[in-house]
Nanobody, 115 residues
Framework: QVQLVESGGGLVQPGGSLRLSCAAS????????MAWYRQVPGKERELVAQ???????NYADSVKGRFTISRDYVKNAVDLQMNSLKPEDTAVYSC?????????WGQGTQVTVSS
């Protein structure tokens, strides 16, 4: 069993930055993949960024060059650095992890980009 807890959401002005963190309840060394998704009411959940245990990091086209996903093996967390934020980035952001053939989700954190 894995618990994922997100933090770092909040209100930010357009052009600003936020850093989200998703802490896992166990070592992430054995996690196959970790990712951040986002969802707004009335729309499907969207993959924002994914970082596999090996291989290429993937980003949604809408966030390329602005967002950076990374693993922190000391904190057992996956972080999402979000720069140059736009109002259309407003959503609930959730982290996701694949471990031992099961998929786990955090509870989500709200990010609001508004002046």
């Amino acid at each position: 069993q894995v618990q994922l807890v997100e933090s770092g959401g909040g209100l930010v002005q357009p052009g600003g930055s936020l850093r989200l963190s998703c802490a896992a309840s166990r070592s992430i060394f054995s996690f196959n993949a970790m990712a951040w998704y986002r969802q707004v009411p009335g729309k499907e959940r969207e993959l924002v960024a994914q970082i596999p245990s090996g291989g290429t990091v993937n980003y949604a086209d809408s966030v390329k060059g602005r967002f950076t996903i990374s693993r922190d093996y000391v904190k057992n967390a996956v972080d999402l650095q979000m720069n140059s934020l736009k109002p259309e980035d407003t959503a609930v952001y959730s982290c996701n992890a694949v471990f031992a053939l099961r998929t786990y989700w955090g509870q989500g954190t709200q990010v609001t980009v508004s002046s």
